[in-house]
């Protein structure tokens, strides 16, 4: 019983959330994405993908790093929720847009794409990524950290980021809700990477 509400609750918390929050402001074009520490995937594909080096389980706390460490030139960052009808309607789309990014010589190895699921737990993170068979990596926000520092953000939430020198960090585009159509979303990856 006492899971069942808790499941309510969060689920109440993100969908009822404000568009801008009380915390951070909500990321805007041309500034810097606000630190957004990421565990070090055990999956040795979702590394080589992310370009990431294995962690050192002697060092405990070496396991994390920034996204903006991403090797690529572009990071697609998906806001989600496991309990957001918005986010579970959108996650089929969202899986063509990964798999046409990965099928584009023009961005493949260039884009990269994560998601951060916001109060969700590894447990709930894995099951939106098994139930929408989702390809690309996923992280949890169980404390809500990473979603006050983005301005507590609705969701769907995508932000894109730029990860070569000179924009590293850089917020290039932000969007809310439906990703809108997928050759639109492509163009404009393509026109940020020129």
């Known amino acids: 019983m006492k899971s069942r509400f808790l499941w309510w609750l969060r689920a109440l ?22 630190p957004l520490p990421i565990e070090i995937p055990v999956s040795a594909a979702q590394r080589s993908y992310l370009g990431l080096q294995k962690a ?20 697609l960052i998906e806001i989600f929720s496991m309990y957001c009808p918005h986010c579970q309607r ?13 099928a584009s010589p023009k ?7 994560i998601g ?4 969700n737990s590894e447990f709930e993170v894995d099951h939106f990524r098994k139930h929408y068979q989702i390809e690309f990596p996923l992280f949890p926000d169980e404390d809500f950290e990473a979603h006050q520092e983005l301005g507590e953000v609705r969701t769907p939430f995508f932000i894109i980021v730029g990860l070569d020198p000179e924009n590293r960090g850089k917020v290039l ?3 809310a809700g439906k990703m809108g159509s997928q050759e639109a979303f492509l163009s404009r990856l393509e ?3 020129k």
């Open 173 to 175: 585009w932000t969007g």
């Open 56 to 75: 050192d389980p002697l060092n405990p706390g070496e396991g994390t790093v920034d996204a903006t460490a991403i090797k690529g030139r572009l990071l």
């Open 107 to 113: 961005l493949r190895g260039q884009v990269k794409m």
């Open 116 to 119: 951060i699921g916001i109060g």
């Open 90 to 102: 959108e996650a089929p789309a969202v899986n063509r847009l990964y798999q046409a990014i990965e």
């Open 191 to 193: 026109k940020l990477l």
């Open 13 to 34: 918390l993100v969908i009822g959330q404000p568009q801008v929050g009380f915390g951070s402001p909500v990321p805007q074009v041309d500034t810097l994405l606000p």
